[in-house]
């Protein structure tokens, strides 16, 4: 079954043609990994795949309702985690967990299930009753990571979901989101080569707002071949990839930190190599 779909998306801010063009599908079953550089309209996509924006041209689906014509109807349907999102600082995640519960009409026992099984999956527990406000960033990432799932969506979008969280947290939400994709569909964006070569099903390489290529990564040989597959891709249609990262095996493109694909396992908040700037509003 076709859960997520796209037809010829467009959408500008200004002069800036943000998704020229998008057309993609992703099926019940499959993790499906938008991959590319900042600025490459990545996030774009996602809000207007689950109606946050208001496309210019094309057409979408996602679980058989129009975004367009029903944002509120996908919404309520599907799961999001925004790149840049926190929970309410003045909330602890326990409080937070009942609102998002009682917003998508999860029953109580159903919700305590979820919100046990996120704690303990993603190892925050011990914070369920902490003040937002006083929560390392990467525990307010797993917040929001949970609250992702909590109503068991048909349908998951995940924007960076590995920003600010240490090795084995990034190792635990692989293994979750590999998981819930037996299932569901799940769209995962990244600009880290690594995280979409090892979980994804299928990746769409994207840049300028186009989707110029698509990669089955288990098709494809072990050693930085995604990254020349999507140096390859972008160089077909364009003059250059600006500010493509190395792997570190000698396929590269300069790597000037910001706007770039890094074929490095993405770091812990706080080194610098891991803030993607303003990732996608252009984007």
Same mark, same amino acid.
């Given at each position: ?45 996602? $809000?207007? @795949? ?10 979408? =689906?996602?679980?058989? /309702?129009?975004? %367009? +014509? &029903? ?103 692989? $293994?979750? @989101? ?10 995962? =964006?990244?600009?880290? /080569?690594?995280? %979409? +070569? &090892? ?85």
């Amino acid at each position: 079954m076709t859960a997520i779909q796209a037809e010829a998306l467009r959408k500008s801010f200004g002069d800036l043609a943000a998704v020229d063009g998008l057309s993609l599908s992703v099926e019940a079953g499959e993790l499906y990994g938008l991959l590319g550089p900042n600025g490459a309209g990545k996030t774009t996509a996602i $809000e207007l @795949l689950t109606g946050q924006l208001e496309a210019d041209g094309g057409s979408a =689906s996602v679980l058989d /309702v129009d975004p %367009a +014509a &029903e944002p509120i109807g996908v919404r309520e349907r599907v799961g999001v985690l925004p790149e840049k999102e926190a929970p309410p600082s003045f909330l602890t995640p326990r409080e937070f967990f009942d609102f998002v519960g009682r917003v998508r009409g999860i029953d109580d026992a159903t919700l305590e299930r979820g919100v046990e099984e996120w704690a303990g999956r993603l190892g925050m527990a011990e914070h369920l009753d902490t003040l937002a406000a006083d929560l390392s960033r990467g525990n307010q990432q797993k917040v929001m990571i949970a609250a992702a799932f909590l109503h068991d969506p048909d349908a998951v979008f995940i924007d960076e979901p590995l920003a600010n969280l240490d090795p084995i947290v990034q190792e635990r939400v692989k $293994e979750a @989101l590999v998981e819930y994709a037996r299932d569901n569909a799940v769209m995962l =964006s990244t600009h880290h /080569v690594e995280v %979409a +070569a &090892e979980v994804c099903t299928t990746v769409g390489i994207v840049h300028g707002g186009e989707l110029v290529a698509e990669r089955d990564p288990s098709d494809l040989a072990p050693d930085r071949t995604l990254l020349d597959e999507f140096l390859a891709a972008v160089e077909d249609g364009h003059a250059a990839a600006d500010g493509i990262a190395d792997d570190g095996a000698g396929a590269s493109a300069a790597a000037d930190g910001a706007g770039g694909v890094s074929a490095a396992a993405p770091q812990a908040r706080g080194s610098p190599a891991d803030d993607p700037d303003e990732e996608d509003r252009g984007r």
